[in-house]
């Protein structure tokens, strides 16, 4: 491909805005993933936390340490859980700003991209 300077110029810069905006839409499928996780998690620790709800002092309460089953007091298991679901809670609005900035960032590439693309045509059309 024959091309002036300006023409290349331009291209190189529609180039880094295409990888600048290939690069963060690998970052949102991974995001959009880790939020799946963390949501299932979430559904996991809520269902937990309701069958806590439906037990009365008599009920005993264990909890898996690698192999072994330990005792653990029922209001212990309901505390450790609420804040199980308290910080999960703030990781999923966290990533929910981290990924509604990553698609304002695309945005921006996006435009770019089309802005550099449109004045690349006109240069080249003007040879």
């Given at each position: ?30 995001m959009v993933k880790q939020r799946a996780l963390l949501e299932g ?64 960032d695309m945005l921006k590439h996006r435009e770019a991209v089309a802005k550099y693309q449109q004045q690349w045509q006109v240069a080249?059309?003007?040879?």
């Amino acid at each position: 491909m024959n091309m002036d300077k300006n023409s290349a110029a331009l291209y190189k810069k529609m180039q880094t805005e295409v990888e600048s905006y290939q690069n963060l839409q690998k970052s949102c499928v991974k995001m959009v993933k880790q939020r799946a996780l963390l949501e299932g998690q979430l559904n996991e620790n809520k269902c937990v936390l309701d069958e806590l709800s439906l037990l009365g002092p008599d009920n005993k309460v264990f909890k898996l340490f690698g192999p072994v089953l330990v005792k653990q007091e029922l209001e212990d298991s309901r505390q450790n859980v609420g804040k199980r679901i308290e910080y999960i809670s703030k990781e999923l609005e966290r990533s929910t700003d981290t990924l509604e900035n990553m698609e304002k960032d695309m945005l921006k590439h996006r435009e770019a991209v089309a802005k550099y693309q449109q004045q690349w045509q006109v240069a080249a059309a003007m040879k």
